[in-house]
């Protein structure tokens, strides 16, 4: 476990201050991007996914749920994330939203979520309770640890991306089933895709064993154009 040095942000936060990394494109401003970490914490990972955003024209934040801690053993993610009160990150993210709204920089009326294992879950969560201040919604290989609250709040068109031979999330019948509920609850069918690959395929810092460099560029490219496509 180490103390994170990519925090370059402070937002308030439910009467608190949260903190963050977040990077805005050259061109100064864009449509507004959540980026939702994995349990191994704000990592040098979620920091270039938040910077290949900035560079494909997003205002880009990764809020810091673990308060600065991060790590690269499974077991301590493992606690760190099943420790963190999902009621606490739903706040830090919910006040994520509202700063990137209010930030001059972001063009946007409506945010996005892009998240990874655990924040893949978490994105989903963040769609339900905040309606139509998420405009695009981005899971990847979602991973919550319990379940989901009601999805009757969620309006954002969502895409998301799972893999085959995921032996830490959902199964394809798994995703199937979260898809019909999504779609019962919120009369959304969310577009959830499965590439042949294991768990956190798109993790090029490799911790797991399973980055697919071939299937992560198709999802993140799919990603790319999709919150284009939404984000005005």
């Known amino acids: 476990m180490v103390e994170n040095t990519l925090q370059n942000v402070s937002f308030p936060s439910n009467g608190s201050t949260a903190h963050g990394y977040l990077r805005a494109p050259e061109a100064g401003s864009g449509p507004g991007v959540v980026v939702i970490q994995e349990w191994w914490g704000l990592t040098s990972h979620i920091a270039d996914v938040t910077d290949r955003l900035a560079a494909a024209g997003f205002v880009a934040l990764a809020p810091d749920l673990f308060g600065g801690t991060t790590t690269h053993d499974a077991d301590e993610a493992g606690r760190l994330m099943s420790e963190l009160p999902v009621d606490q990150a739903a706040t ?41 201040k998420i405009g695009a919604a981005v899971p990847f290989y979602a991973v919550l640890g319990q379940d989901y609250p009601s999805f009757a709040n969620l309006t954002a068109p969502t895409l998301g991306h799972f ?22 609850e919120s009369g959304r069918r969310p577009d959830f895709r499965t590439y042949p690959a294991g768990h956190a395929f798109c993790n090029d810092e490799n911790l797991l064993g399973t980055y697919a460099p071939e299937q992560a560029s198709k999802a993140w490219d799919a990603t790319i154009d999709f919150l284009r496509s939404n984000l005005r």
């Open 92 to 132: 830090d993210l919910a006040g994520a939203v509202d700063f990137l709204l209010g930030h001059d920089s972001v063009t946007s009326s409506q945010v996005g979520a892009v998240g990874f294992c655990m924040g893949g879950g978490f994105v989903l969560v963040l769609a339900a309770q905040q309606g139509d």
């Open 163 to 184: 893999g085959e031979h995921d032996d830490m999330g959902l199964k394809p019948d798994a995703v199937r089933a979260l898809a019909d509920r999504i779609e019962q």
